[in-house]
């Protein structure tokens, strides 16, 4: 691959900066025109690579773009993941050079999508076209291209579903993540769920007077300081019933290959300029935000916040929680669960509502897998180091959903870095980091 | 008086009227010189009542209005207090005659400071003018009317500190407040005092993505409810160490003698639409809002509070605290402890800084004293009932800060009912709550 890529390296630019001069932002309809646009670019894209059909279809939000390659049935199939949306640019005035004319500076694009997931996308069909035009291809090879993930992918989901025996698979490849660093390359083996709750305690039905009331009314603000308290215990574990019943406890040799991968904690405390770190009792930090789940609050509001000083006892109060959650807890059952707790924590003189607002579940590639394996060769050999197991704290929940639908776990092997600064302006990918992206990406079509 | 009174009617309410029909809202700087217009007016008054003097006196705000009349320096001297602001109107569409044409329904005066404040400071220079047209005087008479009421009596203090001697005095006269019922009149016999605080909590010094860091890094918003609910025990308690130390606690007597202002539990319940109370063991409902001092959160804010969801671990948290306070008890003292023992109950992770808003004592006239028994026997002859003492369990700071300066107690004799709606629209004031309200006065200058 490093030799094609070294003999196409202009084409190949130059058809990424097509794509990426489209501002495909999902988020503004004043963008309809583009995303199809775009859709249709990448059709040609995946034509022109290989694909024997590639196809922009419509959804009750902006088209999906689909294309494969389909050698021999009896083969084992990779369906592709990535999306060609992008988000807003705001605040503009930041940006050293126009977000939608992508340029290259200090061996980097940068560009709206630069990463985010148009640069990352595109090594997949581009290491797909190395594949077919060396007649290297030894799998069915399938690519699913959404153009929602920046607004939550509400449409996927149903698509997917309608055209599930289309998608049919063995292995989701997505690259659409970062990786530790340069230095210390990483696979992102497993992702965290997450159930995101409002919890609304609603007291007097007016707005009192504190000085005639308080003392006696119990006031909704400090019942919901008492609930919240309440949901972490000493131990930073989480008090709901049945929370943990369906966590897994990795193994002390899991644990010790997810500690292999770097960590700092003076660094971490420092970058974030705090005192110290705290958590749940006998897990380290990496642990903490990877492989256990966790509970905090989002938001919170309620009575006078405005400047001064007002002595009103409110009537209401809110907080956003979120739950994140880890691979095999499910995240409706959770919700429930969390609802009945909350219901028997909150003290007496106020009621309680709690309302879901969404969630996925975690998922989890084990490091033992043919594909985890695959992809650790494939990186391992272009890094010249073998890449450490990562696991994400975050939540993407489209890839969540798709698992369901799909009944395959997806495998995150992505190329960005903190430094790319993704949705923010400025945003950029490392040449260097694309390349050895296209390259990893070849090696595991060896290696799978 | 009542025989006074039935003669006068008529000038009596149109005198009124002449000061209601001024709009002296303190808080818009638009009405300026009705402010002036108003203080001019009530020197009018006043001397026609029979002051030796009465003046307008600008301060760093509104004018003071001070007028007296001084028969015997080796006699008592009685102080009056009120106030000639008024709130603003909005939302004026909600009222059914204009706020500043003041008319007579169903035998009350609709206008905006028909009761808070130009009505009630109105009986009392009408009761003043019937003693000293009747000669019945036996006590050096003193009035102090400000302007700025509404807005935290900002000047009061420093000018009543500049007038010191001229307005010394030996009790404190206030009719700004309300009595329990017609069939229930009632003293205030005491206020609690505040100490309104603010709470900053800070965590990172950036808002993170839950997903990344939540579970290690701890959160502002989770560190913020902890705080909050360690401020008060399981027993309704507040925990601040030091905090009940200048509490002093009522006689079996005191207690029984509030203990007779007419309670209803059920409809207290019912008018706030709450299953329950809840407050400091040991006390009742009234107790704990007139007598105990209370701990209420009056607003928390931070991280995400827009619709939807965001998964957001936010670089800070914030709440307005405020504590009623007993007499005896100091409100700075009482911040300074906050302070101190928020520090301790924070959380390891984050960083607290504590604000102090403002704050004020609270003050009490004992039942046993001459003031409060010349008063109960003057409501007790007007109503034909003996008046229940009462405890208000809101502050007027600047009756404090009076208190603190002069070294007199304030009575509050107040006539207005919840019926008046103050600060609402249709504000009005009962005609027989006006009438009754200056044969008391007069009454209190003969058993005084």
């Known amino acids: 691959m490093k030799q094609y890529y070294s003999e196409n390296k202009e084409r190949f630019l130059e058809e990424l900066f097509e794509i990426l001069r489209i501002p495909s932002i999902s988020s503004s309809?004043?963008?309809?025109?583009?995303?199809?646009?775009?859709?249709?670019?990448?059709?040609?894209?995946?034509?022109?690579?290989?694909?024997?059909?590639?196809?922009?279809?419509?959804?009750?939000?902006?088209?999906?773009?689909?294309?494969?390659?389909?050698?021999d049935p009896s083969l084992k199939t990779i369906l592709i993941y990535g999306h060609y949306d992008v988000q807003p640019v705001d605040p503009i005035e930041l940006w050293h050079s126009d977000p939608f004319q992508p340029e290259i500076r200090n061996e980097a694009i940068y560009a709206r999508g630069a990463n985010d997931d148009k640069g990352q996308l595109f090594m997949h069909i581009k290491a797909f076209e190395y594949i077919v035009q060396k007649g290297l291809q030894r799998h069915n090879i399938k690519f699913i291209l959404e153009g929602e993930e920046e607004i939550g992918s509400p449409s996927l989901a149903k698509w997917a579903q309608e055209h599930k025996e289309m998608l049919k698979c063995d292995i989701m490849l997505v690259s659409d993540t970062t990786m530790i660093g340069e230095k210390t390359p990483s696979i992102n083996c497993g992702m965290r769920g997450l159930s995101y709750m409002e919890i609304e305690v609603d007291g007097p039905n007016k707005d009192l007077h504190s000085g005639h009331y308080g003392g006696a009314v119990v006031?909704?603000?400090?019942?919901?300081c008492t609930i919240v308290d309440r949901l972490i215990d000493a131990d930073g574990r989480i008090t709901i019933k049945g929370f943990y019943d369906d966590v897994v406890e990795l193994s002390t040799e899991d644990r010790a290959m997810l500690a292999?991968?770097?960590?700092?904690?003076?660094?971490?405390?420092?970058?974030?300029d705090i005192d110290d770190v705290n958590g749940e009792k006998g897990y380290s930090t990496p642990e903490r935000t990877g492989i256990r789940p966790s509970l905090d609050v989002n938001g919170i509001w309620g009575g006078f916040?405005?400047?001064?000083?007002?002595?009103?006892l409110p009537s209401k109060a809110f907080a956003k929680i979120s739950m994140r959650l880890v691979p095999n807890q499910d995240w409706k059952k959770i919700s429930q669960l969390f609802e009945e707790h909350i219901k028997t924590i909150t003290p007496k003189g106020v009621r309680v509502k709690v309302t879901t607002?969404?969630?996925?579940?975690?998922?989890?590639?084990?490091?033992?897998s043919d594909a985890y394996k695959a992809a650790a060769k494939a990186v391992g050999e272009v890094y010249g180091i073998e890449p450490v197991p990562s696991r994400g704290g975050g939540s993407i929940p489209v890839l969540a959903e798709m698992q369901q639908i799909l009944g395959v776990d997806p495998l995150l092997i992505g190329f960005g870095l903190e430094r790319d600064t993704i949705h923010s302006p400025n945003e950029s990918y490392l040449l260097s980091q694309f390349e050895k992206g296209m390259e990893s990406i070849a090696l595991f079509y060896k290696y799978y």
């Not at 006031?219 to 919901?224: D, F, H, K, S, V």
């Not at 292999?260 to 974030?272: I, S, V, W």
């Not at 607002?357 to 033992?368: Q, V």
Request: hydrophobic share 35%; charged share 25%; net charge negative.
């Open 260 to 272: 292999r991968a770097p960590f700092d904690a003076k660094e971490y405390n420092e970058f974030l």
């Open 219 to 224: 006031n909704p603000l400090n019942a919901l």
């Open 357 to 368: 607002h969404h969630g996925g579940n975690g998922f989890l590639i084990p490091i033992s």
């Open 305 to 312: 916040t405005g400047e001064g000083a007002k002595t009103v």
């Open 29 to 71: 309809t004043a963008h309809k025109d583009d995303m199809f646009r775009c859709a249709e670019k990448l059709t040609e894209l995946l034509k022109a690579a290989g694909a024997d059909k590639a196809d922009v279809y419509p959804t009750d939000g902006h088209p999906v773009v689909y294309g494969e390659k389909i050698i």
